[in-house]
């Protein structure tokens, strides 16, 4: 297990995963997080996509409240998806280990926005972890295990686009343990935050968080560089490696423990050079704590609060350099695959005159030249209830134009709340939803999901979902299965159809990713 190997940070993570006896990890896959349960699978864990992260995180509870160890994975946006059970458990804790990794994306590389989820670990008030390469995926993920057995708390593991997908040479070495057998102690007092509970257990995990934070200060998590008294650096995640290659000659302060910080260690650190500077990727999170503790550091300018860091750009940092940044060589823009089965339903949404609520994934991209056919796309889930809330507020004719268009995935992962809504509340016009069965999650990795019939390593099978029934149980009462490519002209006949009409409608536009269709029979071999 001592062996020098190569990995991403992703892959380290899964195997600290496996080597502490992780009974379950569960997840929804999201760039850049997405190949950590994987990985976890073929090394032989046991490994689940839940139909979204509040499952996710929920059944990861489970696991860890009956005794267990749970890691669950995410996207940095998949976190708001599961913040109900993430805030509350914060205050309960469970007896077995809880990790949760949430995979941020400065830059956008894949996501709608790049928030920083640094500010849940405060706001919740969970200990966090932040590595800054491979061999820190490992440990920290090892180290996040053991804080949860101490204290009994869920663990947020922070990490980056460059994090996950770097690759660098780590050693494996932590001795591998079984996976924990189960077992359930009643305490109701710890489990059911009810308010009487909840305030006691809100003292106590702010006692636990001071008790933490004491143990940071003793510089367990930390790295520091004793270079030059003229210049000093706190930096955290990836930024610290820039900063190495940037600043050579200048001290540095690496907290591995990003909260609670270790404010006093840092404290000195600031007051031992004649200038201190707070590089950090995203939000001013760690400069802002210690502003507040009265600290006396600099902060980034503002201009290098959007987007990836690099080294280039933390030079500019620490020399103050203000001035217009070189503007990035264009990329080739997104596109949907030639022989996507989405393009003709774009087209057809484009020559109609389509309003388009849009979601999250492949089709997004209809967005894109030159079907130029989507109008708004906010979060998971959301085109329907979007789509309804327009038609509810437009005029006749604009509002029988409006058309929700979602994936088969994102159905599953929270579309369906949305078809309720749409029953429920439905508008005067009716409404129209259009779902995007590519029969994968496609945009993320050509993931299984509910719809597919198959578990996470592709060939175990499984209760195969189905659309039409879920939609016919709710109350749907106009649904329609059409190919758009091979039946083009009879998806427009149904679509000015249903787009005339009073009722709320339901077209399934079914066809495979041809990806996803040649893997399938790599995976049926």
Not at 183 to 201: L, W
Not at 251 to 262: A, E, H, Q, R
Not at 279 to 292: C, K, N, Q, T
Request: proline letters at 6%; glycine letters at 8%.
């Amino acid at each position: 297990m001592n062996d020098r190997m190569l990995a991403s940070g992703n892959e380290a993570i899964a195997m600290a995963a496996f080597d502490c006896g992780v009974n379950l990890g569960a997840g929804y896959p999201g760039t850049p997080s997405s190949e950590i349960l994987d990985e976890f699978s073929k090394l032989g864990g046991t490994a689940e996509w839940a139909p979204n992260e509040k499952c996710a995180l929920e059944v990861g509870i489970g696991v860890a409240e009956g005794g267990g160890r749970s890691i669950v994975t995410m996207k940095h946006v998949g976190l708001n998806v599961a913040a109900d059970p993430l805030f509350t458990i914060a205050y309960s804790g469970t007896p077995g280990g809880l990790v949760i990794v949430s995979a941020d994306d400065p830059g956008m590389a894949s996501s709608q926005n790049e928030q920083d989820n640094r500010r849940y670990a405060r706001a919740a008030g969970i200990p966090m972890f932040e590595p800054t390469d491979t061999q820190e995926c490992y440990d920290y993920t090892v180290a996040a295990f053991e804080l949860a057995d101490r204290y009994r708390a869920p663990v947020l593991l922070r990490l980056t686009t460059r994090v996950c997908h770097s690759k660098c040479v780590f050693v494996r070495n932590h001795a591998a343990e079984p996976p924990r057998r189960g077992s359930y102690t009643k305490d109701a007092q710890a489990n059911v935050m009810v308010p009487a509970n909840a305030r006691k257990a809100h003292r106590r995990l702010r006692a636990d968080l001071a008790a933490m934070q004491a143990e940071n200060e003793q510089g367990k998590y930390s790295v520091e560089v004793s270079k030059s008294k003229d210049l000093g650096v706190i930096a955290s995640g990836i930024a610290y490696q820039h900063v190495l290659d940037a600043a050579p000659e200048a001290s540095v302060f690496k907290p591995g423990m990003t909260y609670p910080l270790p404010v006093e260690a840092m404290r000195r650190f600031a007051a031992s050079v004649k200038r201190c500077v707070v590089v950090e990727e995203g939000d001013p999170v760690m400069y802002e704590a210690l502003r507040i503790a009265g600290i006396a550091v600099e902060n980034k300018p503002e201009m290098y609060r959007f987007g990836e860091l690099n080294v280039a750009r933390v030079r500019r940092i620490i020399a103050g350099d203000v001035s217009p940044e070189p503007a990035p060589v264009p990329g080739k823009p997104p596109q949907l695959c030639p022989g996507c089965p989405h393009r003709k339903s774009f087209e057809a949404l484009r020559d109609l005159g389509c309003i388009v609520a849009g979601d999250i994934g492949c089709y997004t991209l209809g967005v894109m030249p030159p079907f130029s056919a989507m109008d708004i796309s906010v979060c998971m889930g959301a085109s329907i209830t979007v789509g309804v809330g327009m038609r509810k507020v437009l005029p006749e004719a604009e509002a029988r134009r409006v058309v929700s268009v979602i994936g088969d995935s994102t159905f599953w992962h929270s579309g369906i709340n949305g078809l309720v809504e749409l029953v429920y509340n439905p508008p005067k016009t009716g409404h129209v939803v259009i779902v995007l069965d590519n029969s994968t999650t496609a945009m993320t990795g050509m993931q299984e999901h509910p719809g597919t019939g198959r578990k996470l390593d592709h060939v175990t099978p499984a209760t195969k979902l189905s659309i039409e029934k879920a939609a016919e149980g709710i109350g749907i009462k106009n649904i329609d299965i059409v190919d758009t490519t091979a039946e083009n002209e009879r998806f427009k006949e149904i679509l000015k159809q249903r787009l005339a009409s009073d009722e709320c409608s339901l077209i399934i536009a079914r066809r495979s990713c041809i990806i996803a269709l040649a893997k399938s029979k790599q995976y049926a071999k």
